[in-house]
């Protein structure tokens, strides 16, 4: 789960053992499935598991403003900002089609105080 992005780095906490990690954002590439699904694999957490996260199909969440909306809005977030820095995976040219940035408004209203879900925890170091 990705719980914040912060410049170059994003935090994400791993599904299987709840660590939270930093992530490199330039280690990551946004990779086309087809027409419709983008997705970025996130680097092996310590634990061994690996993780994908997938941008929304743009249909509005059913609980705006939920933990889940947010995680979602950071993920088309995610691939948004790998598309702008050109970090695609081969035959994924057409990535900037469907990974649009978050609209100034959505940002302002759901992420006043940065890029990140309510009540985050740092990663161990």
Same mark, same amino acid.
């Given at each position: ?24 954002? !330039?280690? %990551? *590439?946004? =990779? ?8 970025? @694999?996130?680097?092996? &957490?310590?634990?061994? #598991? ?29 691939? !948004?900002? %790998? *598309?702008? =820095? ?8 057409? @990535?900037?089609?469907? &990974?649009?940035?978050? #609209? ?22």
């Amino acid at each position: 789960m990705i719980e914040s992005i912060e410049g170059t780095r994003a935090i994400a906490r791993c599904a299987v053992c709840e660590q939270a990690r930093e992530v490199d954002l !330039a280690g %990551l *590439v946004v =990779r086309l499935l087809d027409k419709d699904t983008a997705l970025v @694999a996130l680097p092996a &957490c310590s634990c061994g #598991a690996v993780e994908y996260v997938i941008r929304a199909d743009g249909r509005e969440h059913p609980l705006p403003g939920s933990r889940s909306h947010l995680h979602q809005l950071l993920v088309d977030h995610l691939h !948004a900002e %790998l *598309v702008e =820095r050109k970090q695609l995976a081969p035959g994924s040219d057409d @990535a900037a089609k469907l &990974c649009v940035p978050l #609209a100034k408004e959505d940002r302002e209203r759901w992420f006043s105080k940065g890029l990140s879900l309510p009540d985050r925890v740092e990663p161990r170091t």
